[in-house]
């Protein structure tokens, strides 16, 4: 019984310390000193601009139909040079959501548009870049990348006020 109440006492040490120790191991895990943590970890231009669905509907419905490309190289992305965010704000579901055009399209790729946002809320850099703007992973549609270093992305959002 001994032995017992020398395992507890030492268990209830050992936990204690863990509890102690904690919080200085979670700040040497994240060295962020930035009162902006999203910039300093996307570490690029992060830009956004507003528009109106039917006016892009084109680069939309282009983009989500490279959406199962756009899934690798979001995947494989580590380093941007610039994130354009495009708010839709026409295409939000209060709205009413997406017009036909765009939300047929979403339809017709449902599951790679569905692995797309799973793979941006995988990748540190395009979430805190979408989450740095407060666009949730289920708001974007789609997204472009005009060259290895630049993304647009195309969200049925509202910009943050």
């Known amino acids: 019984m001994a032995n017992g109440r020398r ?3 030492w268990s209830s040490v050992i936990a204690a310390t863990f509890v102690m120790a904690a919080p200085q191991a979670a700040s040497a895990a994240q060295p962020l000193v930035s009162d902006k943590p999203a910039a300093a970890i996307v570490d690029s231009d992060v830009r956004q601009e507003e528009a109106l669905s039917r006016t892009e509907a084109g680069k939309v419905i282009t ?3 490279r959406t199962r490309d756009n899934i690798g190289t979001a995947r494989k992305t580590t380093k941007l040079d610039r994130v354009d965010i495009v708010f839709l704000t026409d295409a939000t579901r209060s709205e ?3 017009p036909p055009a765009i939300e047929n399209k979403m339809k ?3 599951e790679d548009v569905a692995e797309l946002r799973q793979e941006i809320e995988a990748n540190a850099l395009l979430f805190n870049a979408i989450d740095s703007r ?3 992973a289920e708001d974007v549609l789609a997204v472009e990348f005009d060259n290895p270093r630049k993304v ?3 969200a049925a959002a509202k910009p943050p006020r």
Request: hydrophobic residues 40%.
């Open 7 to 9: 395992f507890a006492r």
């Open 134 to 136: 407060r666009v949730q």
């Open 96 to 98: 009413g959501g997406p």
């Open 152 to 154: 647009v992305i195309y």
């Open 108 to 110: 017709q790729h449902q």
């Open 63 to 65: 983009a989500i139909d």
